[in-house]
């Protein structure tokens, strides 16, 4: 295959990848293009500096649109092959992604890429079916990532500690700071959160973030049957965090295309104090990365869609940093 046939294979898979979720919508990538190579960067502009000071975030987010472009190309027929992390002296690269071997065509989560949404509406009184719950396990699995899904026992700990990490971050200037520039950002910027997307505080088994903004309507759930994971790495370090966000990409498409709908519970990692006393609810042993609240969807509207980057903003081609 020439030059050219790999980057249009590979811009197409890179375009699919900006569809990836990040935290706050952030969207801290950029990809460009070197001979049949797409390679995935940091944007540190984006980074969440008092959030994030570690770069697990970034690392995560940078996982979601990683897997999102495997995806595609998987779709189209290649299998893909991916270096993570390949260049100690680049920090900024993330990852190298080329076409891989030719193989047959794997439509799994493709479709979901375009209906995948963030929903932070009540879900319904009805819970995941137990056999979508170990689909879900498996696409973590994948990942060598664990998702652990709470119990009702350890429900109100995971509660306390979600409301505490939320009060942190509202009385913290630094915290607060990140949070007000990501969920006030200009319509022109295509990115960050907001307000329709989010909706008016009411009680839930796990208190959702305070973004204290104009609100969408609650819809009609009751979030009763909504169910709680954590997904879990072994180890706490970068290529831990890369794998942890492929992950939960892998494990957002397949509960898409389970006709389920999920929200993130970042707040419970971003508070340092919040993430230590969830490793301690957990287990002790493996660390948490980011957490998800995962239902069946009450309402038949889609909720409101984030935007997205041009996608000159976010691809360079051949000839362009």
């Not at 984006?46 to 995806?71: E, F, K, N, Y």
């Not at 939320?166 to 607060?176: C, G, M, N, R, Y």
């Amino acid at each position: 295959m020439s030059d050219r046939a790999a980057i249009d294979q590979l811009t197409e898979a890179t375009l699919a990848a900006l569809r990836a979720p990040s935290v706050l919508n952030t969207q801290p990538w950029r990809w460009s293009f070197l001979g049949d190579t797409a390679e995935l960067r940091l944007d540190a502009d984006r980074r969440l500096r008092a959030l994030d000071p570690d770069g697990r975030l970034l690392l995560i987010s940078c996982g979601t649109a990683l897997d999102h472009a495997v995806t595609a190309l998987r779709a189209g027929g290649y299998a893909g092959s991916v270096e993570r992390l390949p260049d100690e002296t680049r920090p900024d690269l993330v990852a190298r992604l080329g076409l891989g071997a030719r193989c047959a065509a794997d439509p799994r989560n493709h479709d979901a890429i375009y209906r995948r949404q963030t929903d932070r509406r009540p879900f319904a009184e009805k819970p995941p079916a137990t056999a979508d719950l170990d689909a879900l396990r498996a696409a973590a699995a994948r990942h060598d990532v664990r998702l652990r899904f709470l119990t009702p026992d350890e429900l109100p700990s995971f509660a306390d500690i979600a409301e505490v990490a939320d009060i942190v971050e509202h009385a913290e200037p630094s915290l607060l700071r990140d949070l007000r520039t990501w969920t006030s950002r200009p319509a022109d910027e295509r990115d960050g959160l907001p307000g329709r997307t989010v909706v008016p505080d009411t009680w839930r088994t796990v208190p959702t973030r305070t973004f204290r903004r104009d609100r969408e309507p609650l819809g009609s759930g009751t979030d009763g049957g909504t169910v709680y994971g954590v997904l879990l790495t072994e180890r706490d370090d970068r290529r831990s965090w890369l794998r942890a966000g492929e992950a939960l990409s892998d494990v957002w498409l397949t509960l898409t295309g389970h006709g389920l709908v999920a929200s993130p519970i970042s707040e419970v990692v971003e508070v340092s104090s919040a993430r230590r006393a969830l490793h301690t609810l957990l287990g002790g042993s493996d660390h948490p990365a980011v957490a998800l609240r995962i239902g069946v969807p009450a309402d038949t509207a889609a909720p409101p869609r984030t935007a997205r980057r041009p996608n000159s903003d976010a691809l360079g081609f051949p000839g362009q940093s």
